[in-house]
């Protein structure tokens, strides 16, 4: 899906990202992971269009425009003056794409994001969690090709990040491409995933998650 070569990004003259390659797969279920400031935002940043490369080049197998990428980035932009269910609906609406079918499947993923009865709560209504989780529920409405997710549980109680987490697992075994940050290395004991960690915007392992667990460069970083 995605075959990024030789990817390097400056950012105001630092070195953020270095001779990154490697190929995605359609369908990998991939964990982006690595100390604070080691680049993994960036790197999303990268995929997802949000930013540039400095050089190299990330190939696109299948290009999809940058709005048909499912995205969750800590900087949500919930439009304050829309309801959840509206801020889950506003992309198509701007598409003009809104069927009956697609607001039952805002619904449903209200239901799997635990929003339940906050449909009708304006953004300054609800909690950070609960913002997280509109965010969620707002790329996974756009997108069921590829979701792209910066810390999408970081600001989650244990339980609910779990939950969420599943949910990202249940769509990767759709058939989603589905890319994610986390800090949380509990996860990588949990789901067969790839993982790629970074260290200094260089990646120094890429490796199934069973491997992962017990390695010294998870200890370090944990
Ligand atoms: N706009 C910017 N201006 C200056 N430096 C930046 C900018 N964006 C990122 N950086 C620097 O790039 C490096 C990598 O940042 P990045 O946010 O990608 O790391 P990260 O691994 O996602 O960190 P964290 O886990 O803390 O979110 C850091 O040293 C950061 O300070």
């Avoid at 969690?129 to 999408?152: H, S, T």
């Avoid at 989650?156 to 249940?170: C, G, N, Q, V, W």
Wanted: net charge neutral; hydrophobic share 35%.
């Amino acid at each position: 899906m995605f075959e990024i070569k030789n990817l390097c990004k400056n950012i105001n003259g630092l070195t953020v990202l270095e001779d990154i390659s490697f190929f995605i797969p359609k369908g990998a279920f991939l964990f982006i992971v690595g100390k604070s400031g080691s680049g993994k935002t960036t790197l999303l940043d990268c995929l997802s269009k949000r930013k540039k490369p400095s050089s190299g080049e990330i190939i696109e197998k299948e290009v999809l425009p940058s709005t048909k990428i499912g995205k969750v980035f800590q900087d949500f932009h919930l439009l304050p003056d829309l309801t959840v269910i509206e801020n889950i609906l506003y992309p198509l609406e701007v598409e003009g794409n809104v069927s009956h079918e697609k607001k039952q499947k805002a619904k449903f993923l209200l239901s799997k994001m635990k929003l339940t009865g906050k449909e009708n709560c304006f953004p300054a209504e609800i909690s950070g969690g609960e913002i997280q989780r509109v965010g969620i529920a707002r790329a996974l409405m756009i997108n069921e090709k590829i979701i792209i997710a910066d810390e999408p549980t970081s600001n989650l109680d244990p339980k609910t990040a779990r939950e969420i987490m599943d949910y990202f697992f249940k769509i990767h075994q759709q058939g989603t491409t589905v890319i994610i940050s986390t800090h949380d290395w509990s996860f990588l004991d949990s789901y067969p995933a790839r993982v790629i960690e970074l260290r200094e915007g260089r990646i120094i392992r890429d490796e199934n998650s069973q491997y992962f667990s017990n390695s010294l460069s998870n200890k370090e970083s944990s």
